[in-house]
């Protein structure tokens, strides 16, 4: 099973609102990933966790807060997003994430987050 | 720094056309290279990977050779489906470390029947 499943698939929130996103995989990986992508642009990363630990923070602002509370989940936490945060929010995972070694990341559907 | 170059698109196409998607990068030492795919509406699918020089990747009818002497990493279809209609993606791991992943800006296909 390579599956990454993200809840929920669509959220629309007020720029007040508090909410968070879901990712989950049971591949037995170790490395979780949040990616935000917008229209017709690649995926950019956001976080990276490896064994639970947060080891990369792509100097998000700190509206978003990413969570992971054991190995299989990943959420992120939204509070007092802005419109221009509207995007599709991708969680990946992978095996493993040590130097020298090549990890296929594996994705999720999205969440399709729209702020108004 | 690393960095991944992809064909503008759209790239638009009748069904059962030859597909070629390039793609150059940019890396020091000794990177890996990937495709993947995008269909409306969900997430990014990996196609294929190739982790060394002169390896080919291949799945689904879709191949890319990884050259290092060009640095390119193609992507190739003998006969593309209406339903190969998607973005796709090349990407580079440059293995340093935590599988950050650099990807080119993406490019559109379209497969008319």
């Known amino acids: 099973d390579t599956e990454v499943t993200q809840t929920p698939k669509h959220l629309v929130m007020g720029m007040t609102n508090k909410k968070s996103l879901k990712c989950e995989q049971h591949m037995g990986h170790r490395a979780m990933y949040w990616y935000k992508q917008k229209a017709k642009k690649p995926p950019e990363l956001m976080f990276v966790y490896s064994y639970e630990k947060l080891s990369i923070n792509e100097s998000v602002p700190s509206r978003f807060s990413p969570e992971c509370p054991n190995s299989s989940l990943l959420n992120l936490h939204l509070h007092a997003l802005q419109p221009e945060d509207s995007a599709l929010y991708l969680c990946?995972?992978?095996?493993?994430?040590?130097?020298?070694?090549?990890?296929?990341?594996?994705f999720g559907p999205g969440t399709r987050l729209t702020v108004t | 720094g690393n960095s991944v170059t992809q064909m503008e698109g759209p790239v638009t196409l009748s069904e059962e056309a030859f597909l070629t998607i390039n793609c150059t990068y940019t890396a020091t030492g000794y990177p890996s290279l990937f495709w993947y795919v995008q269909y409306p509406g969900e997430g990014l699918q990996l196609l294929l990977k190739?982790?060394?020089?002169?390896d080919k990747g291949s799945n689904k009818g879709f191949e890319a050779t990884y050259r290092k002497e060009t640095t390119s990493f193609h992507l190739e279809k003998g006969s593309v489906q209406v339903s190969d209609s998607a973005v796709y993606f090349c990407a580079l791991n440059a293995n340093t470390g935590f599988q950050k992943l650099v990807f080119g800006t993406g490019t559109r296909l379209l497969v008319s029947p």
């Open positions: 190739a982790t060394k020089a002169d």
């Open positions: 990946a995972s992978s095996q493993d994430t040590g130097a020298g070694a090549s990890y296929e990341q594996y």
